[in-house]
């Protein structure tokens, strides 16, 4: 389980770390690198966050646009209760 979480999240945290450095670094690289500071780490860290909010927030607004159904076909005889 942690694997599949921190491969999930990994891409967002390349992009933070992109973002804050300007260098396309892996976490390890970024981990690693003598320049590294904890105030970094916690930067990086708050706009990976920031960038998963957006995402799910983005997700959320596709599955909420007048595109979806609200209700599965056949299912119109449940809904009038």
Known sequence: ?????AQILEPFVCAAINELTGRP???AAFNDA???S??????VLT???RM???ADAAAL????????RTEAPG???YASG
């Open 75 to 77: 299912m119109e005889e």
């Open 25 to 27: 670094l892996n976490v």
């Open 52 to 54: 998963v909010a957006e």
């Open 38 to 43: 904890y105030a970094m780490v916690i930067d």
């Open 61 to 68: 607004q596709s599955a909420l646009s007048p595109s979806c």
């Open 34 to 36: 003598r320049d590294t």
């Open 1 to 5: 389980m942690r694997t599949a979480n």
């Open 47 to 49: 706009r990976a966050r």
